[in-house]
């Protein structure tokens, strides 16, 4: 049954089966997709006509790769915009709010902590457009009663930043919470001791010990905004975001080039996981 | 002394607490009242705006709309038991079965496809299984199939889909209460004469019952909310909910009709964790953690 009992020759070829179905059940899409970005095809399937970089590097006018393809690049380009701009907002508020739940002492605190999960199982549909509809009902109220135009309540850059961030923000500070309840505070209590006032505390000791969940948060930040569609969609205008811009493509069908784009993000968000989660494993060891 | 030390912890608390309270009053609490309050109000033949049931009652009063609803309920629920039931022997194998030396191999290479993007993911699955596709491609060169079979847009696939796109929100929170798990239990019960199905039923399962639920909800929620997956690989049959929203939101550009139908989407997920979290008896404080 486990490591330590003696196990049947039959129950453990069909454990061992059931395990390498599943690994390949997880990674069949992923590289059938990598591979096909090769294929010297016009369309994303087989046969293979024989290897090519075209979906790369081609120039056209037949085979666009992506790094001639301006519209994807353009997509990719907001992207990163989008997730810095979510990754650092979500990084310092969910700071902030890790410290209010694990180190203040408040009355409603339950129900603020309620609050605070609650974005994790709101559908990703509803609080874009919960979102969508209340930056309108805001801005037509500036409008009308003030007389001002507030850009940042129209879709667009802004407001896909505030509809990725409500969500985001409460991983983050689930991540960064977690390592602070292993904090000891009595390192806290000894630089009191020394005289050194809350923020010299905060700044020099407690962030220190936080840094790597801190980082760790910011590149799940960073990722899932990165990937984000279903909030995404009801804020975006007409500068669409890598997914959304995918999406059409791949309904209405499209060149390898999604392949290619598949196989860069794949490559990179793989390793972006290796590191995050070799550092994170040294750094916890180093700590305790 | 004293005195300055509290109030300079007093005043940090509002450090902390005044842009937690922002983000969640702007962006979470007003939005969703907005969105009730905007599923209420209606314009009539007229054009004159007002506060109406219109809304709801089209929702109820058309088949498609409610029979989307209750579908997209019920196969969320369905999806949810089914990666349950995959998740659970896989997590068991990773934590308790795998020898210590490939334990830290396989928990990096489970997590690699939960960063890739949703979108690719279906993508790989649709260039997988299309007519044209390389499940065809190979079925036919080795004479299964005699003609290609389109085995996307049906429910089944979209099961599927559902299932592989979300199964790892369900694998990452049972490998960490199984991990805790004290082997001595198991071995303790094996000793004794329990049969594997016995040790499961008594020990593992309700041992890692925070986890189930969890994992659970977050897959569940994934599910009832997803759009790309049914939408790609369920194709025009697909028939989920989310997808009414997206439609009324920005096909018919009728906003009040979508905040009805995302205001009961909502009313349904929270009425499904709490009956779920009252028929396991479990408290949603240990279960989020």
């Known amino acids: 049954m486990i490591r330590t009992l003696p196990n049947s020759k039959a129950y453990s070829a069909a454990f061992n089966g059931f395990i390498i179905l599943y690994f390949t059940f997880l990674f069949a899409p992923l590289i059938v997709t990598m591979v096909l970005a090769f294929n010297d095809s016009m369309f994303p399937s087989l046969p293979w006509k024989g290897f090519t970089l075209d979906w790369f590097f081609g120039e056209g006018p037949e085979k666009i790769g992506i790094f001639h393809d301006r519209s994807n690049l353009r997509s990719i380009a907001v992207s990163f915009r989008v997730a810095f701009a979510v990754s650092t907002l979500a990084t310092i508020f969910g700071t902030l709010a890790a410290f209010l739940f694990e180190q203040e002492n408040f009355r409603f605190k339950n129900f603020f902590y309620f609050l605070m999960i609650a974005p994790i199982v709101i559908p990703g549909v509803i609080l874009g457009i919960s979102i969508l509809l209340f930056a309108n009902t805001v801005g037509l109220f500036f409008e009308n009663q003030l007389g001002m135009d507030i850009g940042i309540l129209r879709p667009g850059f802004w407001l896909v930043v505030l509809g990725q961030f409500s969500f985001i923000t409460t991983i983050v500070t689930l991540v960064i919470i977690a390592r602070l309840r292993k904090f000891d505070r009595t390192l806290e209590e000894a630089a009191y001791n020394l005289g050194a006032n809350r923020f010299e505390v905060i700044w020099h000791i407690t962030l220190k010990y936080l840094r790597p969940s801190i980082i760790g948060g910011f590149a799940v930040a960073f990722l899932m905004s990165f990937e984000n569609f279903n909030t995404t969609i009801f804020l975006v205008s007409s500068e669409a975001t890598l997914p959304i811009n995918l999406y059409l493509q791949v309904r209405d069908g499209s060149t390898p080039v999604i392949n290619s784009i598949s196989f860069l993000l794949i490559l990179a968000t793989s390793i972006i996981a290796v590191i995050n989660l070799y550092v994170g494993r040294r750094k916890n060891k180093r700590a305790t | ?289």
């Open chain 2, 1 to 289: 002394m004293m005195i300055s030390k509290l109030r300079t912890i007093r005043w940090s608390f509002f450090v902390f607490f005044i842009p937690v309270f922002l983000w969640l009053f702007l962006l979470i609490v007003l939005p969703q009242l907005e969105l009730l309050r905007m599923s209420f109000l209606g314009t009539d033949y007229y054009g004159e705006s007002g506060v109406t049931f219109d809304n709801y009652w089209a929702f109820f009063s058309e088949p498609i709309y409610w029979l989307t609803f209750v579908r997209t309920a019920v196969y969320s629920i369905f999806v949810t038991l089914i990666v349950l039931l995959i998740a659970l022997p896989v997590a068991f194998y990773i934590t308790k079965v795998a020898s210590f030396k490939i334990t830290g191999f396989l928990m990096v290479i489970i997590l690699v496809p939960f960063w890739v993007s949703e979108l690719i993911r279906v993508y790989g699955w649709m260039i997988l299984l299309r007519e044209s596709g390389v499940l065809n491609h190979f079925l036919t060169s080795i004479g299964i199939l005699k003609v290609p079979v389109e085995m996307l847009y049906n429910d089944i696939t979209m099961i599927m889909g559902l299932v592989y796109t979300t199964m790892l929100f369900m694998i990452v929170p049972l490998i960490g209460v199984m991990e805790s798990m004290d082997d001595a239990l198991i071995e303790a019960a094996h000793d004794l004469g329990a049969k594997k199905l016995t040790i499961w039923r008594t020990i593992i399962i309700p041992y890692s019952m925070p986890g189930i639920m969890s994992g659970s909800i977050i897959v569940f929620m994934l599910v009832l909310g997803s759009y790309l997956t049914p939408n790609l690989m369920g194709g025009k049959n697909s028939l989920w909910f989310t997808e009414q929203i997206y439609n009324q939101m920005i096909i018919y550009f009728n906003w009040n009709q979508g905040a009805a139908f995302g205001f009961m989407l909502l009313l349904l997920s929270s009425l499904i964790i709490w009956l779920a979290l009252k028929l396991t008896k479990q408290d949603w404080r240990s279960v989020i953690k």
